[in-house]
């Protein structure tokens, strides 16, 4: 069973900066993508960053030039680094990841980000 913990969320003004981790139990290149997803209270969960086994990135709109998802393929994870951050940021950062062959779907436990105004 695939195991994806992410880390590195917590509290941060308004305009700073926070980098989470992702990661996996099994060679990122198990995977056909990777990405970063989060839930806002009371609202659905949304795609943030995602990467591919090609190491393609695509990005929602709404973090375009402020966040940044990349890959360490020797520690077998995937990082969002996160700059300019505001209240609309804040939400709980879910790591998902697709199996390659059969794409099986595979999601961390997430991990909270508080950005206060």
């Known amino acids: 069973q695939v195991q994806l913990a992410e880390s590195g969320g917590g509290l941060v003004q308004a305009g700073g900066s926070l980098r989470i981790s992702c990661a996996a139990s099994?060679?990122?290149?198990?995977?056909?993508?990777m990405g970063w997803y989060r839930q806002a209270p009371g609202k659905q969960r949304e795609l943030v960053a995602e990467i591919t086994l090609s190491g393609s990135t695509n990005y929602a709109e709404f973090v375009k030039g402020r966040f940044t998802i990349s890959r360490d393929i020797a520690k077998t994870t995937i990082d969002l680094q996160m700059n300019s951050l505001n209240s609309e940021d804040t939400g709980v950062y879910y790591c998902?990841?697709?199996?390659?062959?059969?794409?099986?779907?595979?999601w961390g436990q997430g991990t909270q980000v508080t950005v206060s105004s």
């Open positions: 099994r060679s990122i290149f198990t995977f056909n993508t």
């Open positions: 998902k990841a697709v199996g390659r062959g059969i794409p099986t779907i595979y």
